[in-house]
Every structure is written in structure tokens, then in C-alpha cells.
T-cell receptor, first 112, second 110 residues
Framework: DVKVTQSSRYLVKRTGEKVFLECVQD?????MFWYRQDPGLGLRLIYF???????EKGDIPEGYSVSREKKERFSLILESASTNQTSMYLC???????????FGSGTRLTVV | ELKVEQNPLFLSMQEGKNYTIYCNYS?????LYWYRQDPGKSLESLFV?????AVKQEGRLMASLDTKARLSTLHITAAVHDLSATYFC??????????FGTGTSLTVIP
């Protein structure tokens, strides 16, 4: 089974801190995605990547950046954390869309 | 942008009953996905529907896709408590990006 591993399940950070959320997949998937999930808003795409060193903005990229230096790792960076970035962050990967996404277990981030 | 709407948003049903969750999407899509999410957990893939008329079944859940109507349904037969979860549908167009509905929170009452 494909595994998508997110480094932290729960994280508490202070306003203004730089925050790194790490995601690693072990099945050589081309595509990787970062979503945030908020009650009543569903899943919203932040950034995605189809290849190493490649990134594309999703629907809500403001306040975030990403890094994909290796195929298996896709990092989400909050440049200066703010309280409105408190959310559940989900990483996903896929080979092609015919197979659907495999999601990581999620990181619940609280910014205080 | 592909928009995906689910209804109902909340569903409370008694054990043993049948019900259907609906997923409409706004523009052409030939791929539709259903996911399940338990509280505090991540999303688990249930079904991948890749063509018009596709039907897939797993246990008490059956999903179908009508691309002409831009509609997918998730039918629950004889609900049991273990099916309590939030169910998401997602559509995909030519790219590899998925567009998710807001989810249907299902509670099965004994």
C-alpha cells in the first residue's frame, strides 16, 4: 500500500513563526498536493506539484509556499504564521488521476 | 473551475434504512471519486468512477456516475452504525487536480 506520511499530527505555533509541514510518500508518485480542511468549507487546494522542483498555485496560496527538492517529499511552508491559518492540513499524492489520491493522516495546526 | 456540490450536508438516519447522497458538478468531468473521513482522521478512498454509467459496490455502499447529468450518487443500503462518517465526492477534469465537495456528515442512529 502507498503510504503518505505527514511528520506531525498536532502542532502548536506562535503568530509570526515560520512553520514547516513535511510530507513524504513512498511509491514514486509524480503528483503531490497540499490541502487545508476547515469546517463548512471542505477541502481547499493550497499548492500542488507534478514533478521535482515544479509547483503550481492552488485556490488559496496566499501566505504559503512549497518546496519539492526530491520526488518523494513535498513541504508546505507558512512564511509567517497567522491565527487564520489554524486548520487541518492534508497532504496527498497520486500517480495519475485514474487512481485517485492517497492522503496522509493530516496535521492539525494551531497558531496562537 | 470545476465546482462540486453535495447534498445533503448532514444526514441522520436509522439503522436498517436506505438513503442516497448526491454529488453534482458544474462542468465536464469523466472521473469521480468518493472518500470517507472518520472524525479526526484523514480521507480514505472508497470508489473511483472513470466512465459514464460506472457503478461500483462495496458492502452496503454503491456509487454510480452519470456524466451526462453531471451527477454521482452514493447509495447506502441497510445502514449500520459503522457507516457513520463524513463522505466526500471529488471530480477531476483533464488535469490531475481534484475538486472536492463540502462533504456529507452521516450519523446512523441505532
Amino acid at each position: 500500500d502507498v503510504k503518505v506520511t505527514q511528520s506531525s499530527r498536532y502542532l502548536v505555533k506562535r503568530t509570526g513563526e515560520k512553520v514547516f509541514l513535511e510530507c513524504v510518500q513512498d511509491m514514486d508518485h509524480e503528483n503531490m498536493f497540499w490541502y487545508r480542511q476547515d469546517p463548512g468549507l471542505g477541502l481547499r487546494l493550497i499548492y500542488f506539484s507534478y514533478d521535482v522542483k515544479m509547483k503550481e498555485k492552488g485556490d488559496i496560496p496566499e501566505g504559503y509556499s512549497v518546496s519539492r527538492e526530491k520526488k518523494e517529499r513535498f513541504s508546505l511552508i507558512l512564511e509567517s504564521a497567522s491565527t487564520n491559518q489554524t486548520s487541518m492540513y492534508l497532504c496527498a499524492s497520486s500517480l495519475w488521476s485514474n487512481y485517485g489520491y492517497t492522503f496522509g493522516s493530516g496535521t492539525r495546526l494551531t497558531v496562537v | 473551475e470545476l465546482k462540486v456540490e453535495q447534498n445533503p450536508l448532514f444526514l441522520s438516519m436509522q439503522e436498517g434504512k436506505n438513503y442516497t447522497i448526491y454529488c453534482n458538478y458544474s462542468t465536464t468531468s469523466d472521473r469521480l471519486y468518493w472518500y470517507r473521513q472518520d472524525p479526526g482522521k484523514s480521507l480514505e478512498s472508497l470508489f473511483v468512477l472513470l466512465s459514464n454509467g460506472a457503478v461500483k459496490q462495496e458492502g452496503r455502499l454503491m456509487a454510480s456516475l452519470d456524466t451526462k447529468a453531471r451527477l454521482s450518487t452514493l447509495h447506502i443500503t441497510a445502514a449500520v452504525h459503522d457507516l457513520s462518517a463524513t463522505y466526500f465526492c471529488a471530480a477531476s477534469n483533464t488535469g490531475n487536480q481534484f475538486y472536492f465537495g463540502t462533504g456529507t456528515s452521516l450519523t446512523v442512529i441505532p
